[in-house]
């Protein structure tokens, strides 16, 4: 299963709603996972199962989809939210795949 | 809290060998899926291998099958990665990563290491 990412990259400015897209090669019904990564350090899980929170992290993060598409807003960016975010899709379990990467950098 | 080291790193020459290890704790090690992760200088992330619980089922992505292992020894807690014919492609950050399955839910990569550079030259 090929996973893509749009965009691969945006800038935007705190305070600043933004979507990310995800999509499958075909229909993973909703497991598709979102994580986040900030430079120089190991990925964190945000979102699972499409749309449900990860326990700890702010509910400006929400995420939606099914089948092929999906999609992850962060409303009203903060500081910290500038990283890399990469869906990864667990349908074809136990093999896994991610997608490429969206970069959101501070405008 | 849990809690995920790798070591075992380091420049290696191609078609040199190395293992990874990871140390867990902070957790019941022998009841998650584990997997490695590796991310490529300035690249996305890669999922690698994983094994089942008890070690007897192993994955592999298509293009480390026959030249990695993945292992575990649930009485230390660790897991491991043999990378044998090592080519310059697999130079990268490895990551361990807990499988953290659920009915409904699916897998999903709720605790990482904070990984480990390989390096692949001459």
């Known amino acids: 299963i090929q996973m893509t990412q749009s965009p691969s990259s945006l800038s935007a400015s705190v305070g600043d709603s933004v979507t990310i897209t995800c999509r499958a090669s075909q229909s993973i019904s909703s497991y598709l996972n979102w994580y986040q990564q900030t430079p120089g350090k190991a990925p964190k899980l945000l979102v699972y199962?499409?749309?449900t929170l990860q326990t700890g992290v702010p509910s400006r993060f929400s995420g939606d989809g099914y089948g092929t598409d999906f999609s992850l807003t962060i409303s009203s960016l903060q500081p910290e939210d500038f990283a890399t975010y990469y869906c990864?899709?667990?349908?074809?379990?136990?093999?896994?795949?991610f997608g490429p990467g969206t970069k959101v950098e501070i405008k | 809290e849990v809690h995920l080291v790798e070591s075992g790193g380091g420049l290696v020459q191609p078609g040199g060998s190395l293992r990874l290890s990871c140390a867990a704790s902070?957790?019941?090690?022998?009841?998650?899926?584990m997997s490695w992760v590796r991310q490529a200088p300035g690249k996305g992330l890669e999922w690698v291998a994983n094994?089942?619980?008890?070690?007897?089922?192993?994955y592999y992505v298509d293009s480390v099958q026959g030249r990695f292992t993945i292992s575990r020894d649930n009485a230390k807690n660790s897991l491991y990665l043999q990378m044998n014919s090592l080519g310059a492609e697999d130079t990268a950050v490895y990551y361990c990563?807990?499988?953290?399955?659920?009915?409904?839910?699916?897998?999903?990569?709720?605790?990482w290491g904070q990984g480990i550079l390989v390096s692949v030259s001459s």
């Open positions: 990864q899709q667990s349908y074809s379990t136990p093999l896994f795949t």
């Open positions: 902070g957790f019941t090690f022998n009841n998650y899926w």
């Open positions: 094994i089942k619980e008890d070690g007897r089922d192993k």
């Open positions: 199962a499409a749309s």
């Open positions: 990563a807990r499988d953290a399955w659920s009915t409904g839910w699916g897998d999903r990569f709720d605790s």
